[in-house]
């Protein structure tokens, strides 16, 4: 299973573009990159998935490059309520054993000033 | 409303008293999980299931129990507890349908054992 390395933690205001990345040497073929966020005392919520290259929902963007060995999630115009925990997993296709067991790493905590 | 229900939100007890908490999904998801949440650990899985009748260890199994007779519920079974068990824990679920579905989390339980 790939292991994912994230920066513990990170500062940024309000208004300002922020991007966390996550390291993945190992990730494999069939693996996709996949972030949650976690405010305290709830659940990880789903924020994007990718394969490659780029992804864009409405909340955020995702960056991976051809080698797949990491990859950045952007928060554009970040405001008070992103302070939260971001967590970077990798996992495989439904079937395959590396889908089936998850590894979240310690995930990176991001706090978000006026 | 697709949602994941945890049950008790909130426990303390004694070491050596079993204990179950419930993990119900009314979203027909194959997949079910269990999570436990220490500060600075991230989230460790416990055990999962990819359908009826099918359980695996996660990371952290020892001293936890599960079963899965019905699709909907998951329950974690801690026939022992004792202090170290002491956690924050997450039930979560996902279809195994589609390309890497996400999960969807439940709001947590906070176990105490004195």
């Known amino acids: 299973l790939a292991k994912t390395t994230q920066p513990i933690s990170m500062d940024s205001y309000e208004g300002q573009e922020v991007n966390i990345t996550c390291s993945h040497n190992?990730?494999?073929?069939?693996?996709?990159i996949t972030w949650y966020q976690q405010f305290p005392s709830q659940g990880p919520r789903f924020i994007i998935q990718?394969?490659?290259t780029k992804v864009t929902n409405e909340v955020a963007s995702l960056f991976i490059p051809a080698d797949r060995k990491s990859s950045t999630l952007s928060l554009p115009r970040v405001s008070l309520s992103d302070t939260a925990v971001y967590y970077c997993?990798?996992?495989?296709?439904?079937?395959?054993?590396?889908?089936?067991?998850?590894?979240f790493g310690s995930g990176t905590r991001l706090s978000i000033r006026p | 409303e697709a949602q994941v229900t945890q049950n008790p939100r909130y426990l303390i007890t004694v070491t050596g008293k079993k204990l179950t908490v419930t993990c119900s999904q009314n979203?027909?998801?194959?997949?079910m999980s269990w999570y436990r949440q220490d500060p600075g650990l991230g989230l460790r899985q416990i055990y999962y299931?990819?359908?009826?009748?099918?359980?695996d260890k996660g990371d952290v199994p020892e001293g936890y129990k599960v079963s899965r007779k019905e699709k909907r519920n998951f329950p974690l079974i801690l026939e022992s507890p004792s202090p170290n068990q002491t956690s924050l824990y997450f039930c979560?679920?996902?279809?195994?349908?589609?390309?890497?579905?996400?999960?969807?989390f439940g709001d947590g339980t906070r176990l105490s054992i004195l």
């Open positions: 979560a679920s996902k279809t195994t349908e589609g390309v890497n579905q996400p999960q969807h």
């Open positions: 997993l990798v996992g495989g296709f439904p079937g395959y054993s590396s889908a089936s067991k998850i590894i």
């Open positions: 990718g394969y490659k």
């Open positions: 299931s990819m359908n009826v009748e099918v359980t």
């Open positions: 979203m027909n998801h194959e997949y």
């Open positions: 190992n990730i494999a073929t069939n693996d996709y």
